[in-house]
């Protein structure tokens, strides 16, 4: 645990899990489920809100992208939080991965608008997303 | 009123009787025959304005909670066991703020105060706040705050949906006693709904007090006041409907 | 039950973990997510109204929308076009107005926000 001065008045031990993994059965429901895993350890790290709403959207084009590329087998998401970062790799097995349609260049210009770095790979037989952001609110505030 | 050493054998091999065979008849006899014990308890407590007979009742519930759990071979007598429980009962029902009808603090209500706080931590802070920070503000737990800003709409609809506008709202009986107890449950103010309470006529009250405190069913309350269940249902009714009436559109955030 | 035509007021086109859209007043309101499981039935939605001109789509109560969410928007505004009509979207919140000024595509609809103005394009 480490403490963190988020404020006036405010000290607040942020959690450091190490990495939460979440395998997801390729549903369109379950890109919520994601989001929902996303906000709540995204949340553990006392980023914005703001921070968290982008992290929601980055996680829901990844996840969508696995879906909708993937071959039907599950997705697997790790996630890793610290003071700094939010780190999330999500994953799935593909046969291929088709970069030219329309839906995939907006995806991914989304995702690009809303993480500091992220990646889109194919290697192995497998579609490797990967996200992160800086947590902008932390020890150098202030 | 004590009991002498073989006035508890008796008891108790009455007990174990009632154990046996499940005689409700013995049940209320045994019952009956303790019922100085909520009266006496009442008694006691009665210097603090609430009615006698309310406490008596209160109490007697907890004589009725004594003797189903009472174990005749476990030694002591049922007096001695029952006692605790029927000042618990009588000093639950005291505790006066803690008519806790329990009014959840759904994601519905707390969205407007969410925004509001966000608003305000964002002009205070410069920036958009932490999740941390809302909690704080709000005096919630960071979790709750985080479900809150979570929740689906779509849920919300489904859970809450109420009726629309086209129904009869006066046809109560068709909504039934659950739909009621949904729109009490989505009242915010727990204190408010404590003061309402108390301003209803004490029988009212109790009834309202078994049903959303001591989660009886109609047919409980029935027995335990000693009346029909139609016409628990129909006070019941009648106490939501005058609650209803009294409370102020500005204590309220969501109502049907 | 009546006669002649009798338009309803409300009419729910369906609902999932994700959705729940309606058409209400001649607008399809949408409330929760617009993503990969809410999409479909917006479109369901959408293509209903499409006939009848102009498509208002109330999002006052979108918490939430996706990439594959504005797709749902940009295929009606594709359409829309093509019948020399526009898509509405009304009442966005600030975080369907920070998708669609990340994509460019605020110019693809007509804005009308909370306070009944009007306004072409989104911020930036």
New interface residues.
């Given amino acids: 645990m480490t403490a963190t001065n988020a404020g006036p008045g405010i000290d607040v031990a942020v959690a450091d899990p190490g990495a939460v993994t979440l395998t997801l059965p390729p ?3 379950m ?2 489920v994601g ?1 929902l895993t996303a906000s709540s350890i995204a949340s553990l790290t006392n980023m914005t809100i703001d921070d968290i ?1 982008d992290i ?2 980055g996680i ?2 990844m996840i ?1 992208m696995l ?2 590329h993937g071959d039907g087998s599950p997705v697997t998401l790790c996630f890793e939080a610290d003071d700094d970062n939010f780190v999330v790799e999500g994953s799935t097995a593909a046969t291929r991965l088709d970069v030219s349609g329309n ?1 995939f260049a ?2 991914t ?2 995702l690009e ?2 993480a500091e770095t992220s990646s889109v790979a194919f290697n192995d037989g497998r579609i490797v997303i990967r996200l992160m952001k800086a947590v902008a609110v932390g020890a150098a505030e202030r | 009123m004590a009991e002498t050493a073989s006035d508890e054998e008796l008891v108790r091999e009455r007990f174990r009787q009632l154990r046996a065979t499940g005689d409700p008849a013995l049940r209320d006899k045994i019952i009956i025959d303790h019922a100085w014990i909520p009266r006496t308890v009442a008694r006691r407590f009665d210097q603090r304005g609430e009615s006698f007979d309310d406490l008596a009742q209160v109490g007697s519930l907890g004589l009725v909670k004594a003797v189903d759990r009472f174990d005749p071979d476990m030694g002591t007598n049922f007096v001695s066991f029952a006692m605790p429980t029927v000042v618990g009962e009588v000093r639950r029902y005291f505790r006066d703020h803690t008519w806790s009808v329990r009014v959840p603090r759904s994601a519905k209500e707390l969205k407007p105060l969410i925004t509001k706080a966000i608003e305000q931590l964002q002009h205070e802070t410069g920036r958009s706040p932490t999740v941390a920070e809302i909690a704080e503000h709000l005096q919630l737990d960071a979790d709750t705050v985080l479900e809150a800003m979570e929740a ?4 919300r ?2 859970s809450l949906d109420a009726p ?1 506008r086209d129904s009869d709202r006066s046809n109560d009986s068709h909504r039934g006693l659950a739909q009621n107890d949904r729109d009490l449950g989505r009242m915010v103010d727990a204190t408010a709904i404590r003061q309402l309470l108390e301003t209803l006529p004490g029988r009212s009250r109790m009834i309202l007090y078994l049903r959303f405190f001591e989660h009886m069913s109609q047919a409980e309350i029935a027995e335990h006041v000693g009346t029909s269940q139609v016409h628990v249902g129909r006070l019941l009714k009648a106490g939501l409907e005058q609650l209803r009436q009294q409370i102020d559109p500005d204590d309220l955030t969501e109502f049907v | 039950m009546s006669e002649g035509e009798h338009k309803k007021s ?1 009419e729910e086109i369906g ?6 859209v309606t058409i209400d007043k001649g607008a399809v309101v949408a ?3 617009i ?3 809410g999409g479909p039935l917006l479109d369901t939605a959408i293509m209903r109204l499409e006939a009848s001109g102009p498509v208002v789509i109330d999002l006052t ?4 929308i ?3 969410g ?2 749902s928007l940009l295929t009606a505004s594709r359409r829309a076009e093509g019948r020399n009509s526009v898509v509405v979207l009304r009442n966005p919140s600030a ?1 369907v107005k ?2 669609l000024s ?2 460019g595509t605020a110019d693809q609809f007509q804005i009308e926000d909370g306070d009944g103005s009007l306004a072409a394009g989104g911020e930036k």
């Fill in positions: 549903l369109p429901s890109v919520r989001r709403d929601k959207i829901s084009e969508t879906i909708q839906d907006l995806a210009a989304v608008a809303v | 689906a709409a779509a849920y609809t489904s629309t | 409300m609902r999932n973990e994700s959705i729940r409330e929760g997510d993503d990969l499981a109560a979108v918490e939430f996706d990439s594959s504005l797709r975080g920070r998708l990340i994509t």
